[in-house]
């Protein structure tokens, strides 16, 4: 989380990638991209011989998230919810739209149990006394926040 070891998985293709999420149980990471009209999904290792297309019909797919055997994503053209499982199936049902906002659905998340797990920073906040990162190996980053701008705020 600190950008130290970052590695690209995937660039070949992506035009405009929205949504991203962790499919733990299939050791996935999928994304959604608005320019493609795509939900797809790599191994967490990269591999690319895991790289699938889910989903290559959605106008244009914005908030993304992995839930039991199904992948769930807002739609900014259809201003809608929509589901398909993991093997490319879209699902019939449409889910209701909450009231109010701004017309635009953005992020989506499904509350799942958590994983287990651990890293430098679950302790005490890892001894940093404004933000820590998790980094590579077990290590982590302490950093100070910055403003709207981009300046950072003295720690």
Request: charged residues 15%.
């Amino acid at each position: 989380m600190d950008g130290n070891g970052r590695e690209v998985l995937v660039s070949d293709g992506l035009q405009l990638p929205n949504g991203l999420t962790i499919d733990y149980i299939s050791q996935k990471i999928c994304w959604a991209d608005a320019g493609s009209e795509k939900v797809e999904c790599i191994g967490v290792d990269g591999d690319p011989l895991t790289h699938t297309t889910v989903f290559a019909q959605a106008d244009y797919p914005f908030g993304l998230a992995a839930f039991d055997q199904n992948l769930y994503w807002t739609d900014w053209t259809m201003n809608s919810v929509f589901s398909v499982n993991k093997n490319g199936a879209l699902s019939a049902d449409e889910m209701a739209l909450p009231h109010g906002g701004t017309g635009r659905l953005y992020g989506i998340i499904a509350a799942q149990e958590c994983s287990s797990g651990s890293n430098a920073c679950a302790s005490n906040n890892g001894g940093c006394s404004a933000l820590c990162l998790p980094a590579p190996r077990g290590a982590r980053t302490c950093a100070c926040p910055t403003d709207a701008r981009g300046n950072e705020i003295p720690c």
